[in-house]
């Protein structure tokens, strides 16, 4: 890149960052440590022993042998009536508003 279009394009994006109201500050990389989520609630329950799994990381040796559905906790099964349902496709033309 030639200086002359080096210059024209650093230009450019300092009339942009104008437009947007962008600091250079706000370009900075930010360090530090990451925001950190909290615990996760159980999501599958051992039938046998009672212990507890989120579903996150690898799986217990308990759930080696079941199936993940018949150790899913009970307030977070389906009713049968909705599983039963097929999922349609709405399409694009149902998301946009006519009006």
């Known amino acids: 890149m030639h200086a002359l279009e080096h210059r024209d394009v650093i230009d450019?994006?300092?009339e942009q960052m104008a437009l947007f109201e962008i600091k250079r500050e706000d370009l900075a990389v930010r360090r530090g440590p990451r925001k950190q989520?909290?615990?996760?609630a159980a999501?599958?329950?051992?039938?046998?022993?009672g212990a507890t799994w989120s579903g996150r990381g690898r799986a217990p040796r308990w759930m080696a042998d079941q199936e993940r559905e018949n150790c899913l906790i009970a307030e977070l099964r389906l009713p049968?009536?909705?599983v039963?349902?097929?999922p349609r496709f709405i399409g694009p033309r149902a998301m946009t508003r006519t009006h």
Do not use: T
């Not at 989520?37 to 996760?40: D, F, I, L």
């Not at 999501?43 to 022993?49: A, M």
């Open 12 to 14: 450019w994006i300092f």
């Open 37 to 40: 989520s909290g615990p996760v």
């Open 84 to 86: 039963s349902i097929e």
């Open 80 to 82: 049968a009536c909705l």
């Open 43 to 49: 999501k599958y329950r051992d039938p046998l022993s």
